[in-house]
């Protein structure tokens, strides 16, 4: 049976079972203890210091970082950026200096104008219809699906340039997509002690899966602010 470890003040969460990112795609998100995926169209309401944290040293283990349009512009993406002792760690981990690209799902291509500024371009991951009405040419585009984004061939061709370790941050509809193309490997689940009611987010239709795919939980982390930190894993890794 998986225990609860308390995390005693200042202990960095990323330090207890993060490092290093599977190969393959893993989920960050958090939710309300009501189960809401953000607070006014924002996940940032519901995030404390130590999952921020979090966020920013998964990113260190991943080659390329996975969102949603809708999330990049409502959350004011920018360009990652690496903290000293993240750099350190992913120097460690053999994944070089360089922070990991942010790759946006757009079917429109309007990309949040904080996301450029980088040295590392953001990509764009379009459908052949999408790619061919967007012109904006301040970043890479990968082509997926004929008039939508097919994100199970955009996730290939992710790793097919290199970019085995995959890190989707959201947002739900995102997620769903992921989940009903069967590519989770891992979820990162951050629950915040909060109540948010009713918080619709996403346009996302029903998955059609046949039945619910099986997890295992790898960890339960508490910090003393009352976050809970889990980690599921797929039933079939080691």
Request: proline share 8%; net charge negative.
């Amino acid at each position: 049976m998986t225990e609860l470890t308390a995390l005693p003040t200042g202990s960095p969460v990323e330090d207890h079972g993060y490092r290093p990112a599977p190969e393959g795609l893993r989920g960050n998100m958090i939710f309300s203890a009501d189960g809401a995926a953000a607070f006014a169209g924002r996940a940032g309401p519901l995030s404390c210091p130590a999952d921020f944290q979090l966020l920013l040293a998964l990113r260190a283990y991943a080659d390329v970082v996975l969102v949603g349009a809708g999330t990049a512009r409502a959350e004011n993406y920018g360009p990652a950026r690496l903290r000293p002792e993240h750099r350190e760690q992913r120097r460690g981990l053999g994944l070089g200096e360089q922070p990991p690209p942010i790759a946006v799902v757009s079917q429109s291509g309007r990309l949040p104008e904080s996301i450029f500024g980088s040295p590392t371009a953001p990509i764009l991951v379009t459908s052949e219809r999408g790619a061919r009405e967007n012109r904006e040419t301040r970043c890479e585009v990968v082509t997926a699906g004929e008039d939508t984004v097919d994100i199970g061939a955009a996730v290939s061709q992710l790793r097919q340039q290199g970019m085995t370790r995959v890190l989707c941050e959201g947002g739900p509809t995102l997620l769903d997509e992921l989940v009903a193309a069967d590519l989770v490997d891992e979820l990162c689940v951050t629950l915040a002690p909060r109540l948010a009611g009713c918080q619709p987010v996403g346009s996302g239709t029903p998955a059609g899966l046949t039945s619910p795919i099986s997890l295992r939980l790898g960890h339960v982390l508490v910090n003393p602010d009352g976050y809970l930190f889990l980690k599921y894993v797929r039933e079939s890794a080691g």
